[in-house]
């Protein structure tokens, strides 16, 4: 069975520091994409960083960068300069074909001021 | 800038009712998704529709059905609530012909079953 997990429920972080959530991913399929998506408190869920499993380098967006290990099947998102705005639910997910999104169970962030 | 819209944010039915959610795109897209968002469980695949009159099941279809008259509109429908089906459900559109697939998400329909 294709599978994402993230282990941590829950995670928080003062406000200017880095803090990095874990996603590993399991999958036969040889070529796929991983995707970090953020769903902050009542308002929709949007992306915020996508990794090509072909590619060797690590995908970063602004404060926002992935450490991709494909080997490991591991896909962590790191956060730096945290900001208030960072707090919601991070999912991580992975689409080892068209269509077939396997979202993990998400990891709630909270930003301490 | 990128529109999925659905129609209640919020619902209160009772256990037996028909239930109507309605999601609507305003990007072109084919693709149109229904997932099922319960606490520890993530994102759960309902049905999902890749062209009009065009679906499939997803991972839980079972007391649910969809209907896709036009291609910027997808429903999701309860057939007989049950207090099982409380949660939130979000709808969600892409493009096909974006090989990353990335998701378009709505603001959510959170329902209540009594």
């Known amino acids: 069975a294709q599978t994402v997990t993230q282990s941590q429920p829950e995670m928080s972080v003062q406000e200017a520091e880095t803090v990095t959530l874990s996603c590993t991913y399991d999958?036969?399929?040889?070529?796929?994409?991983l995707f970090w998506y953020k769903q902050p408190p009542s308002r929709q869920m949007i992306l915020v960083i996508r990794?090509?499993?072909?590619?060797?380098q690590n995908a970063t967006e602004n404060r926002f960068s992935v450490n991709f290990q494909k080997a490991a099947k591991s896909f962590s998102l790191k956060i730096s300069d945290s900001q208030l705005g960072d707090a919601a639910m991070y999912f991580c997910?992975?689409?080892?074909?068209?269509?077939?999104?396997?979202f993990g169970t998400g990891t709630r962030l909270k930003v301490l001021a | 800038d990128v529109k999925v819209t659905q129609s209640s944010r919020y619902l209160v039915k009772r256990t037996g009712e028909k239930v109507f959610l309605e999601c609507v795109q305003d990007?072109?897209?084919?693709?149109m998704f229904w997932y099922r968002q319960d606490p520890g469980l993530g994102l759960r695949l309902i049905y999902f529709?890749?062209?009009?009159?065009?679906?499939e099941k997803g991972d839980i279809p079972e007391g649910y059905s969809v209907s896709r008259e036009k291609k910027e509109r997808f429903s999701l429908i309860l057939e007989s609530a049950s207090t099982n089906q409380t949660s939130m459900y979000l709808c969600?559109?892409?493009?096909?012909?974006?090989?990353?697939?990335?998701?378009?998400f709505g603001e959510g329909s959170r329902l209540t079953v009594l």
């Open positions: 969600a559109s892409s493009f096909p012909t974006d090989p990353t697939g990335e998701l378009f």
């Open positions: 999958t036969s399929e040889s070529d796929y994409y």
């Open positions: 990794q090509e499993a072909y590619k060797q």
């Open positions: 997910a992975a689409v080892p074909g068209t269509y077939k999104y396997i």
């Open positions: 990007m072109d897209h084919e693709n």
């Open positions: 529709s890749y062209d009009v009159k065009m679906k």
